[in-house]
């Protein structure tokens, strides 16, 4: 797997986007970096910059970014809400593919070093990059701020990790290192107060609040034996939190750092400051997002928000993603727009998927053409997810039937297992016409030499062997999805028990008719072993699969009864 990381800095400057923009046309210099978000905020006077590539062509952005902004940037003349120390002000890696933590906090030691070497700024390590555990988190590093870090660098235990032990009166210092994927998550209250925001981010960041005599704010703290003060545990894990007044909103915000979405997501954030804030007679009216957030973090909110309704889960990732955005208010303050901050979004070739984000008609029309492709391996596949997508629709009605509010569970947990066929057999639509081309691409090679015949030869083999193995995926999701059809004919709504025959006759046809794409590029494969071993299974596949589909039908017709 190709190494991936991504790169997420925060230069101090929100409002001057031709400036910012300078600073983003550097990072896009680079060959192999894709620019994936450009986020800058008024009242923080600041901007995020995301962007991913390979670690290589990162930390080459990543040096040509911190040094542009420390050219375009005076901190001298810096104001914002949010705290800072640098025209940089932190540089994150974030491993995302094909490498590990330890080797990303690699790469930002080499960065920090050639940062502070090269440009002359005071470098400091932080997270999985810094050895010292009582400098590696970020909040205590930044403590003082620009404005106090002309005397705390010269501290013994404040000398940089790189660069000169002189604070830059221009660029001031900078923060990187490795970390795990970190959401951004700021939350809307219905009050202007800075001091009752903070009351309640205190109660929810892990790092809680230092405990007062009395429990009074302004009481003496209290400490242990050893003098350290006593502190009261906020109740969320990995949660970094503070309180702010953003004037562009007039509004107060809780701004929030999950910096381990496992431990905490994003819904458990919303819902306990939620919690909180009506503790304290505040409501909260919404939220809103700083930068990227993975696709199954906004699928696990979906979910989480229509468990609480016990409604099914077993929805279209569209409209998972909907719920979630309506659901925590994340349009409070303006368009959330999946396709911008979806990380998994950006990343997307729009050409990924061209024959299943058709319309039918166009589908139809392209199958009808003189082009040989989209054939009958990928209408076989797209007969599969009609079949799933049917089975999912029965299960879903059967959740909402009104009597049987006892069972929605058991059929939210059969609609998410139709979605997820519906969903891989979607996808299989293109890869079959994918496989078909790599053929047609293979055919194509020059065979002028014996050298070029064998190297033709081989791609046409491989080609072969994946022209089967994707027809054979179709024939295993489909013959899957028999497993929510047979339930829904046996358990599900009467009224829809026709729609799962159907599903049925669906399933049936997607089987068959990708064997037949199967036994076809058999034909011209050379590998009797893989050919034996595919035919074989798929022979044992389709016979189940015209086994199960009578049964299914019996019962369909059973219950028709005319």
């Not at 959740?399 to 139709?418: L, N």
């Not at 076809?520 to 044992?540: M, Q």
Request: glycine fraction near 8%; charged fraction near 25%.
């Amino acid at each position: 797997m190709q190494q991936i990381i991504e790169c997420v800095p925060n230069f101090s400057e929100g409002n001057d986007l031709g400036l910012i923009k300078q600073i983003t046309d550097v990072i896009e210099s680079v060959d192999g970096i894709r620019l994936l978000n450009v986020d800058p905020g008024k009242a923080t006077n600041r901007t995020v910059v995301t962007f991913i590539g390979h670690p290589a062509a990162v930390t080459e952005a990543a040096f040509l970014a911190i040094q542009k902004a420390g050219e375009l940037i005076d901190m001298s003349k810096h104001k914002g809400e949010h705290p800072r120390m640098g025209a940089t002000d932190v540089c994150p890696l974030i491993p995302v593919a094909g490498i590990s933590m330890e080797e990303t906090a690699e790469w930002a030691r080499k960065l920090g070093n050639r940062v502070g070497r090269q440009l002359g700024i005071p470098v400091y390590l932080y997270e999985a990059a810094q050895s010292d555990p009582s400098r590696n988190n970020l909040s205590v590093i930044r403590a003082g701020e620009y404005e106090g870090f002309f005397k705390k660098i010269k501290q013994p235990g404040w000398k940089p990790d790189f660069g000169p032990d002189e604070f830059d009166v221009r660029r001031g210092g900078t923060v990187i290192g490795a970390r795990d994927f970190l959401v951004a998550y700021n939350i809307n209250l219905n009050t202007t107060s800075v001091r009752r925001a903070n009351a309640i981010a205190f109660d929810v960041r892990e790092a809680g609040r230092v405990k007062r005599e009395g429990d009074n704010p302004a009481g003496k703290i209290l400490t242990d034996s050893h003098g350290k003060p006593q502190v009261v545990p906020g109740s969320l894990k990995s949660v970094k939190a503070i309180g702010w007044f953003i004037e562009e909103y007039g509004i107060a915000q809780i701004s929030m750092n999950l910096t381990n979405i496992r431990v905490t997501p994003v819904h458990v954030a919303f819902d306990e400051v939620c919690i909180k804030a009506q503790q304290r007679g505040i409501r909260v009216t919404g939220s809103e997002l700083a930068g990227l957030i993975p696709l199954q973090s906004m699928l696990e909110a979906g979910k989480y928000f229509l468990r609480k309704q016990k409604r099914s889960t077993g929805l279209p990732e569209k409209e998972l993603i909907r719920i979630a955005v309506k659901s925590m208010g994340l349009e409070e303050l303006g368009p959330f727009k999946p396709e911008e901050r979806i990380i998994e979004y950006l990343l997307q070739n729009k050409q990924d998927h061209p024959l299943a984000d058709m319309k039918l008609t166009e589908f139809a029309d392209q199958t009808a053409s003189e082009s040989p492709a989209p054939g009958g391996g990928s209408v076989s596949a797209y007969v599969g997810a009609l079949g799933a997508a049917l089975a999912t629709m029965v299960a879903n009605l059967s959740a909402h039937k009104k009597g049987w509010d006892d069972r929605w569970e058991e059929f939210s947990s059969w609609a998410e297992t139709g979605e997820s066929y519906k969903s891989r057999l979607l996808y299989l639509v293109d890869e079959d016409t994918r496989a078909f081309n790599r053929i047609i691409s293979a055919m194509g090679l020059p065979k002028s030499n014996e050298e070029e015949r064998a190297l033709r030869e081989k791609a046409i083999q491989e080609a072969t062997r994946i022209a089967m193995e994707v027809p054979f995926a179709v024939m295993e999701a489909s013959y899957g999805s028999l497993d929510v059809i047979e339930a829904m004919v046996q358990t599900g709504n009467p009224n829809s028990v026709s729609d799962a025959g159907v599903a049925a006759l669906c399933a049936r046809a997607s089987v068959m008719g990708a064997f037949m794409n199967v036994r076809i590029n058999a034909s011209g494969f050379f590998d009797k072993e893989f050919i034996d071993d595919i035919i074989g299974r798929g022979t044992l596949i389709q016979n189940n699969t015209i086994r199960r589909e009578k049964e299914i039908l019996d019962m369909v017709n059973a219950k028709i009864g005319h």
